[in-house]
């Protein structure tokens, strides 16, 4: 038998829907001394790394501080701004006394590790890379830990917008009409609930391909039963529309008439870890509407081929 997933902390560095003038959605962020103390540790981190520190800590600290069993961190692209400096230097330097400082700071697993030696945790730590699905990934191998006896797990996601990406991107057109974000968003998801909200991850499933609506459908549908639901469960349905590919989700939107919609790439801009910041949402969502709203439901398609569902309960 499965156990229950409550969601006791959560925690987002995250924009606030309002573009800067190289017209991508940046994160607001924290001051950083207050939270990362080590002058040193702090300087030598990057955008992504502070934010992706910084962000896991502030869960851990509205999580009372209970013992983490299990470390699980998810990016798309990973520390963008430090492969970029190290290449660079490749080229600068003519491939000849390289620093190796950007290099080691760029890996994917940085943040997870940082995070590890900052709370001298020794526990399982491991980073998901599967683009438009990290996140996702990351809520699913939580749900295994959790179900295999672990007591507490911290969970999140990030990812960062460089300007170099955002050119490189438009120039292959795949973000026309699409604004890019950024942002940071970490969970403690535990098998016991310690929080007041009595919120709960039910369930998460991912698809990778072009269904057409009569499958998006047939997905959608079969996901729910697999929960004991059907449509009319649904008290708020959550979309990643992001203004380019919101046809996707014209026909599945039909499916819940009387739910609530709602959108979040407006709010976090469009990145390959963007659905955690509508995981972020639909908790907050929960947590303040009326007893009354019980199920949210999160659809995400990013570029139209990483498609996936996450299932809240109160």
């Known amino acids: 038998m499965k156990k229950r997933v409550y969601i006791n902390a959560t925690s987002a560095i995250s924009p606030n829907g309002v573009k800067g003038e190289d017209n991508i959605l940046h994160a607001i ?39 983490i069993n299990a470390i699980i961190t998810a990016t798309g692209l990973g520390c963008l701004a430090d492969t970029e400096k190290f290449l660079n230097s490749i080229i600068e330097n003519e491939e000849r006394l390289l620093n190796p400082t950007a290099f080691t700071q760029s890996t994917f697993n940085v943040i997870g590790a940082q995070i590890a030696l900052l709370t001298n945790n020794h526990c399982y730590n491991n980073t ?28 999140g996601a990030i990812d960062e917008a460089t300007p170099t990406t955002y050119t490189i991107l438009k120039g292959l057109g795949l973000i026309e009409n699409i604004t890019m974000g950024e942002g940071a968003q970490f969970f403690v998801l535990s098998n016991e609930n310690s929080a007041t909200n009595n919120i709960s991850l039910k369930g998460v499933k991912t698809y990778s391909g072009k269904y057409n609506s009569a499958q998006q459908a047939e997905f959608i549908k079969n996901f729910l039963a697999d929960n004991s639901l059907n449509t009319n469960d649904i008290s708020c349905f959550i979309t990643g529309d992001n203004g380019m590919q919101d046809s996707i989700y014209t026909d ?38 009326p007893p009354d709203t019980q199920n949210v439901l999160i659809y995400n398609a990013y570029n139209n081929t990483n498609h996936s569902l996450i299932l809240l309960e109160k």
């Not at 955008?47 to 800590?57: D, N, P, R, S």
């Not at 739910?259 to 995981?279: H, L, M, Q, R, V």
């Open 252 to 289: 599945v939107n039909k499916l819940f008439p009387s739910a609530t919609n709602k959108t979040f790439k407006d709010i976090c801009g469009e990145y390959p870890t963007a659905s955690s910041y509508g995981f972020y949402l639909a908790v907050d969502y929960l947590e303040n509407h």
């Open 128 to 155: 998901f890379v599967h683009r438009g699905l990290s996140f996702e990934s990351a809520l699913i191998d939580t749900m295994m830990q959790i179900n295999e006896g672990d007591s507490n797990v911290l969970v």
């Open 29 to 67: 962020e924290p001051d950083y001394k207050d939270i990362i103390t080590n002058a040193n540790l702090r300087r030598r981190m990057s955008h992504i790394v502070k934010m992706g520190v910084a962000c896991g800590l502030l869960c851990l600290e509205k999580n009372g501080d209970r013992p």
